[in-house]
T-cell receptor, first 114, second 110 residues
Framework: EAGVAQSPRYKIIEKRQSVAFWCNPI?????LYWYQQILGQGPKLLIQ????????DSQLPKDRFSAERLKGVDSTLKIQPAKLEDSAVYLC????????????FGEGSRLTVL | ELKVEQNPLFLSMQEGKNYTIYCNYSTTSDRLYWYRQDPGKSLESLFV?????AVKQEGRLMASLDTKARLSTLHITAAVHDLSATYFC??????????FGTGTRLTIIP
């Protein structure tokens, strides 16, 4: 079974530029998450989807971050405009459906904002 | 505000020794997870603890959960170099929303 796929793995941009990250969850997994992991910290949930609907986006900085999962499969996370403090690894995770517990994480997209 | 605290944050131990990592959390929850992260890699699920008193073991690692004390432990027995990694606990609060601890960076010295 293929794991959670993310791209790009690495991205370097100047502040105020925009960036987009893509995630393809494990086949058949209805729930998809985006987490932000700043160096030396634990991951922090940004947004949670169930199929193509948002379950929780309370910690997403909506003035600059947006995410979508239009067809209930793959998802895109966008940052526009980026700030220095957005430098982090953006992790995508999926689970079969709400209530099953275990999340499966992708390898992440490392963003450096200069 | 929900808080998940791990200690120690850094742990350097010799091969063959035993040690315990602690995870304390501030609000009632019945589900707790342990993950491992190698440098530059993603998180790998180690244990899912679903109820008070749950104990799970895999190889040299054993995890337990005390929901009344809001405490989970990850015990390492006879450590080997391959266990060097960062270990995170994560507490679930409704609909699989996980709040992660700050992580424990474990280094096993030969």
């Amino acid at each position: 079974e293929a794991g959670v796929a993310q791209s790009p793995r690495y991205k370097i941009i100047e502040k105020r530029q925009s960036v987009a990250f893509w995630c393809n969850p494990i086949s058949g997994h209805a729930t998809l998450y985006w987490y932000q992991q700043i160096l030396g910290q634990g991951p922090k949930l940004l947004i949670q989807f169930q199929n193509n609907g948002v379950v929780d986006d309370s910690q997403l900085p909506k003035d600059r971050f947006s995410a979508e999962r239009l067809k209930g499969v793959d998802s895109t996370l966008k940052i526009q405009p980026a700030k220095l403090e957005d430098s982090a690894v953006y992790l995508c995770a999926s689970s079969r459906h709400l209530g099953t517990g275990e999340l499966f994480f992708g390898e992440g997209s490392r963003l450096t904002v200069l | 505000e929900l808080k998940v605290e791990q200690n120690p944050l850094f742990l350097s131990m010799q091969e063959g020794k035993n040690y315990t990592i602690y995870c304390n959390y501030s609000t009632t929850s019945d589900r707790l997870y342990w993950y491992r992260q190698d440098p530059g890699k993603s998180l790998e699920s180690l244990f899912v603890l679903l109820s008070n008193g749950a104990v799970k073991q895999e190889g040299r690692l054993m995890a337990s959960l005390d929901t009344k004390a809001r405490l989970s432990t990850l015990h390492i027995t006879a450590a080997v170099h391959d266990l060097s990694a960062t270990y995170f606990c994560a507490v679930e609060f409704g609909n699989e929303k996980l709040t992660f601890g700050t992580g424990t960076r474990l280094t096993i010295i030969p």
